[in-house]
């Protein structure tokens, strides 16, 4: 039994500690960006408590780790950037043109709003290029960027089209 307590013990005191470092963490973030105004520090301070406490919470940890990668600081921003990828990876889950998708991916492997960006772009731009009626200026373009719609358009658009 003694073990056990030990353990449970043991648990509440780094618990405790985490927490601690976590608070202490927070209230340098706020004194940082605010050194002079008590009342915004109060603000920062328990926005980003809020923050961390979301972030503690989420379930993706693909994205979760992609999020604290850009703002290890900031936990505003990581909770900002972690919504932006989750609601991104969603979309790209739905995506329907496997070539657009792929080309999406290999531009950003592991930036899913990227992803979502550069899919919309060639998705709209392959549509036009579709439209496209000056057959030369088209077959110019696809030669120039056979895989990048963006680009053909810019160059189909750039010949006078």
Avoid: C, H, W
């Amino acid at each position: 039994m003694k073990p056990i307590l030990l353990i449970i013990i043991a648990s509440f005191f780094y618990s405790y500690s985490f927490a601690q470092n976590v608070e202490a963490k927070i209230q340098a973030f706020a004194k940082k960006e605010y050194p002079g105004d008590a009342s915004m520090q109060k603000y920062i301070y328990d926005q980003q408590k809020t923050a961390y406490n979301y972030m503690v919470g989420v379930t993706d940890s693909e994205v979760k780790r992609f999020a604290e990668k850009q703002y290890p600081d900031d936990f505003s921003m990581q909770k900002y950037v972690y919504d932006q990828q989750s609601t991104a990876k969603a979309y790209m889950k739905t995506v329907t043109d496997a070539e657009l998708k792929r080309f999406a991916i290999k531009e950003y492997p592991d930036d899913y709003s990227m992803q979502k960006y550069v899919y919309d772009q060639q998705s709209t731009a392959k549509a036009y290029m579709q439209r496209a009626t000056n057959r030369s200026a088209k077959e110019n373009a696809r030669k120039e960027y056979p895989d990048d719609y963006t680009m053909q358009k810019y160059l189909y658009d750039k010949a006078g089209n």
